[in-house]
């Protein structure tokens, strides 16, 4: 009867485990009943004690315990390297946003120097044509006033020679007159 019992207790066990992980890949539990079975047909068909089938049992628990334990410490272990790695990951985009943050104000410091040369130049280019058209403006009231000059030179050279025309022509007639006195005095 003991026998039939554990059987059946360990066939609703088997049924969790198998429940419990995928069916692909059957459970240690279902290994050990399959070992058992395999052992119990090898040795004749006997039926085991109940002191083997509480051994039997209790080296059951005690690698259902086991490999518990082991689960236990894998996914505390997995837990630890996930939260590790968050933690890695976390602090990796820290540093990763702080290099972009610095470089971001190196950019912004660099665009204001680079707008305010520009600002400048603008200045300087506006001073330098506000500067030509002053110097064109003066340019042409000199060329105004040369040209002025030239015309009031072109003028008295005109007058120059009117004036030397006529002076040469007034000592043609006073010597002409010279001469006509001088024949008369003798």
Not at 107 to 117: F, G, N, R, T
Request: no cysteine; charged share 40%.
């Amino acid at each position: 009867m003991s026998s039939l019992y554990t059987r059946s207790k360990e066939f609703t066990r088997n049924r969790k485990s198998q429940s419990d992980s995928p069916p692909a890949s059957p459970s240690p539990t279902a290994k050990t009943l399959r070992h058992e079975r395999l052992s119990r047909l090898e040795s004749g068909g006997s039926n085991p004690t109940t002191s083997d089938s509480y051994g039997d049992r209790a080296s059951a628990r005690a690698r259902r315990e086991a490999r518990e334990a082991r689960l236990a410490t894998l996914t505390s272990r997995v837990e630890e390297d996930s939260n590790r790695d968050y933690k890695k990951l976390y602090e990796g985009a820290l540093t990763e946003n702080q290099k972009l943050k610095t470089k971001l104000q190196e950019a912004q410091l660099e665009l204001a120097d680079i707008k305010s040369k520009l600002e400048k130049m603008a200045q300087q280019k506006q001073e330098k044509t506000s500067d030509r058209s002053s110097m064109l403006e003066m340019e042409k009231r000199e060329r105004r006033a040369l040209e002025r000059k030239m015309s009031e030179m072109e003028e008295e050279m005109k007058v120059l020679t009117e004036l030397k025309s006529d002076n040469q022509r007034l000592k043609d007639e006073n010597g002409a007159l010279i001469r006509v006195i001088s024949k008369l005095s003798k």
